[in-house]
């Protein structure tokens, strides 16, 4: 099919606008659908309040899974050009204070670690990327230079939207700038609230948050500090948590000189103004820090929340408008950039007419069990953290003593029992959509799931497993802008599917591999992959009836 025309210009204050999707929120996860619209050639109008991206830090990591999905979109050397340097590594420190003794260290690899990991593995347990520690400022920059220069995607800031109401054949959305109060009307096809935890389009379509609310306050404060004598008391680190004295945190976002400080050591009720950011900070420290400047402080309260619903009609939510993750793990926006590449090619599908209803109704069956494992998954690692408060003894660990020791010792053990925060591959890379009305099932039993561990399988719904070819390259370099044909047993095999797909319009790749090591992880000697890189059928031989296999993994047929 013929991708969509460009977008003709905005007109303001009269008749409505005609548009494709309109994506309301220009967040990473925003743009990233925005991205990925473009990819699959689908033009798409982002509406944002704020003038200009965030200034503050906020996130702190994207995920090895979220960079693969990254690279697909050409960003992966975008962000880490801009992260923090690849041989830092990700130790996360456990001490009573800066001052006060260590009594605990989860030992995470550097991403030149993670490389050499990555380039060593050939079973398919590995990721084609490697994690990458970067600000969510730098992120947000990156990801709207490419917006704004990609012709496909339509930048409309600082407006905010004010309503939405949709029939059988499109939504209406009005918006509103403000500066100067202007109003913009616009009729499109399809609108997705990317629009966080106070979402616009998540009222409309009254979706419910389902979970827990205010399950613990933090305070936190963004500062920039080139005090390392204070800082790296205990050696460099990615964070470090303080025992003993509530659930905390000192981040560190870039290894320079910018920081974030997270803290439960403020009770309900006190407002940001009223806290001593230098007091507080000497505090947890232990000593006196020297701060060069604090950038922003706040008081909150961390949500696990999902929403009973994703979709209704023409109108989707995705990212923290579907889900609210407390910050351990590093789910949140990580499970929204996953939201926001599932979302994007199946729309992008039903809009060039090769995609179905059932392909959109996939999106909320897909993604939402993710959502449910991420929120289980941040509140299990949070208890680790709570229960270490529980079991430690401010002073038994600074005490100089027998007992002391003694007590450092079980706490270290303790730590060392429970490294999973930052290591739970199966809730990163392991989810399958087991479920999906779009995804083929064969009568082999899926192997069992386990949160911590990763385990490679085509099973269909599963991520298609990484595993390096002769070249150096991956088979998941070649799932981006359509179906992939992985076959073990050449060429002509294909040769039905492949008249079928074009006949219908369908994208497909045929990846022809004669590698016995990838066809032991592969499974099969036909695995069929969407642009997500997930299995959507797998085989030794195809149907006879190619066209009916196509018609289902694109929704257009039961």
């Given at each position: 099919?013929?991708?969509?025309?460009?977008?003709?210009?905005?007109?303001?204050?009269?008749?409505?606008?005609?548009?494709?999707?309109?994506?309301?929120?220009?967040?990473?996860?925003?743009?990233?659908?925005?991205?990925?619209?473009?990819?699959?050639?689908?033009?798409?109008?982002?509406?944002?309040?704020?003038?200009?991206?965030?200034?503050?830090?906020?996130?702190?990591?994207?995920?090895?899974?979220?960079?693969?999905?990254?690279?697909?979109?050409?960003?992966?050397?975008?962000?880490?050009?801009?992260?923090?340097?690849?041989?830092?590594?990700?130790?996360?420190?456990?001490?009573?204070?800066?001052?006060?003794?260590?009594?605990?260290?989860?030992?995470?690899?550097?991403?030149?670690?993670?490389?050499?990991?990555?380039?060593?593995?050939?079973?398919?347990?590995?990721?084609?990327?490697?994690?990458?520690?970067?600000?969510?400022?730098?992120?947000?920059?990156?990801?709207?230079?490419?917006?704004?220069?990609?012709?496909?995607?339509?930048?409309?800031?600082?407006?905010?939207?004010?309503s939405?109401?949709?029939?059988?054949d499109?939504?209406?959305?009005?918006?509103?700038?403000?500066?100067?109060?202007?109003?913009?009307?616009?009729?499109?096809?399809?609108?997705v609230?990317?629009?966080?935890?106070?979402?616009?389009?998540?009222?409309?379509?009254?979706?419910?948050?389902?979970?827990?609310?205010?399950?613990?306050?933090?305070?936190?404060?963004?500062?920039?500090?080139?005090?390392?004598?204070?800082?790296?008391?205990?050696?460099?680190?990615?964070?470090?948590?303080?025992?003993?004295?509530?659930?905390?945190?000192?981040?560190?976002?870039?290894?320079?000189?910018?920081?974030?400080?997270?803290?439960?050591?403020?009770?309900?009720?006190?407002?940001?103004?009223?806290?001593?950011?230098q007091?507080?900070?000497?505090?947890?420290?232990?000593?006196?820090?020297?701060?060069?400047?604090?950038?922003?402080?706040?008081?909150?309260?961390?949500?696990?929340?999902?929403?009973?619903?994703?979709?209704?009609?023409?109108?989707?939510?995705?990212?923290?408008?579907?889900h609210?993750?407390?910050?351990?793990g590093?789910?949140?926006?990580?499970?929204?950039?996953?939201?926001?590449?599932?979302l994007?090619?199946?729309?992008?599908?039903?809009?060039?007419?090769?995609?179905?209803?059932?392909?959109?109704?996939?999106?909320?069956?897909?993604?939402?069990?993710?959502?449910?494992?991420?929120?289980?998954?941040?509140?299990?690692h949070?208890?680790?953290?709570?229960?270490?408060?529980?079991?430690?003894?401010?002073?038994?660990?600074?005490?100089?003593?027998?007992?002391?020791?003694?007590?450092?010792?079980?706490?270290?053990?303790?730590?060392?029992?429970?490294?999973?925060?930052?290591?739970?591959?199966?809730?990163?890379?392991?989810?399958?959509?087991?479920?999906?009305?779009?995804?083929?099932?064969?009568?082999?039993?899926?192997?069992?799931?386990?949160?911590?561990?990763?385990?490679?399988?085509?099973?269909?719904?599963?991520?298609?497993?990484?595993?390096?070819?002769?070249d150096?390259?991956?088979?998941?370099?070649?799932?981006?802008?359509?179906?992939t044909?992985?076959s073990?047993?050449?060429?002509?095999?294909?040769?039905?599917?492949?008249?079928?797909?074009?006949?219908?319009?369908?994208?497909?790749?045929?990846?022809t591999?004669?590698?016995?090591?990838?066809?032991?992880?592969?499974?099969?000697?036909?695995?069929?992959?969407?642009?997500?890189?997930?299995?959507?059928?797998?085989?030794?031989?195809?149907?006879?009836?190619?066209?009916?296999?196509?018609?289902?993994?694109?929704?257009?047929?039961?």
């Amino acid at each position: 099919m013929t991708a969509p025309a460009p977008q003709p210009a905005l007109v303001f204050g009269g008749a409505p606008n005609r548009r494709s999707i309109v994506i309301s929120g220009a967040g990473p996860v925003g743009m990233v659908l925005a991205l990925e619209l473009s990819l699959h050639g689908v033009p798409s109008t982002l509406i944002e309040q704020a003038p200009h991206t965030t200034p503050f830090p906020k996130m702190d990591l994207t995920n090895a899974r979220s960079m693969e999905l990254l690279d697909r979109l050409d960003l992966a050397d975008t962000i880490r050009s801009i992260g923090v340097p690849a041989e830092h590594s990700f130790d996360v420190v456990f001490a009573r204070s800066m001052a006060g003794p260590q009594v605990g260290r989860w030992h995470y690899p550097s991403v030149d670690d993670m490389w050499t990991w990555i380039r060593e593995t050939t079973d398919g347990t590995a990721p084609a990327q490697a994690w990458q520690r970067v600000t969510q400022i730098e992120v947000e920059r990156a990801l709207m230079e490419r917006c704004l220069a990609d012709p496909r995607i339509e930048v409309v800031r600082p407006w905010r939207v004010t309503s939405i109401a949709q029939d059988d054949d499109g939504a209406d959305v009005t918006a509103v700038s403000r500066t100067d109060g202007a109003e913009l009307r616009i009729r499109a096809d399809y609108v997705v609230g990317a629009d966080g935890a106070g979402s616009v389009v998540r009222r409309v379509i009254d979706a419910q948050m389902e979970g827990e609310r205010g399950v613990v306050t933090f305070c936190q404060v963004h500062f920039k500090s080139r005090d390392l004598d204070t800082l790296h008391s205990h050696g460099q680190f990615w964070h470090t948590f303080f025992v003993g004295g509530g659930v905390g945190a000192i981040i560190a976002q870039d290894e320079v000189d910018t920081w974030t400080l997270q803290t439960t050591a403020i009770t309900d009720g006190v407002a940001t103004e009223d806290v001593d950011k230098q007091e507080l900070l000497d505090s947890v420290c232990g000593r006196h820090l020297e701060i060069d400047e604090v950038l922003q402080s706040s008081i909150w309260q961390a949500n696990v929340l999902v929403a009973d619903r994703y979709r209704q009609g023409r109108l989707f939510v995705a990212g923290d408008a579907a889900h609210e993750f407390i910050p351990t793990g590093g789910y949140g926006l990580n499970t929204g950039f996953a939201d926001a590449v599932n979302l994007g090619w199946k729309l992008a599908a039903v809009i060039r007419g090769f995609g179905g209803e059932r392909l959109l109704d996939s999106y909320e069956i897909e993604r939402r069990p993710v959502a449910i494992l991420g929120r289980d998954w941040s509140f299990r690692h949070l208890g680790v953290h709570v229960k270490s408060q529980e079991l430690a003894d401010p002073d038994l660990i600074e005490a100089d003593t027998p007992d002391g020791e003694k007590h450092r010792a079980e706490l270290a053990e303790y730590f060392a029992a429970n490294t999973g925060e930052h290591g739970s591959w199966g809730v990163e890379m392991g989810y399958r959509y087991a479920d999906s009305p779009v995804v083929l099932g064969d009568d082999e039993p899926a192997p069992p799931f386990d949160g911590a561990t990763y385990s490679p399988t085509t099973t269909p719904g599963a991520r298609a497993p990484h595993v390096p070819l002769a070249d150096g390259s991956s088979p998941l370099d070649h799932f981006r802008a359509g179906f992939t044909l992985v076959s073990f047993v050449g060429a002509s095999v294909a040769d039905k599917l492949v008249k079928d797909a074009a006949a219908a319009g369908v994208p497909l790749e045929l990846l022809t591999l004669d590698d016995p090591n990838v066809r032991r992880v592969y499974e099969r000697d036909l695995v069929l992959v969407r642009p997500d890189g997930h299995v959507a059928w797998r085989g030794d031989a195809l149907p006879d009836d190619t066209e009916t296999l196509l018609a289902r993994v694109t929704g257009r047929a039961e």
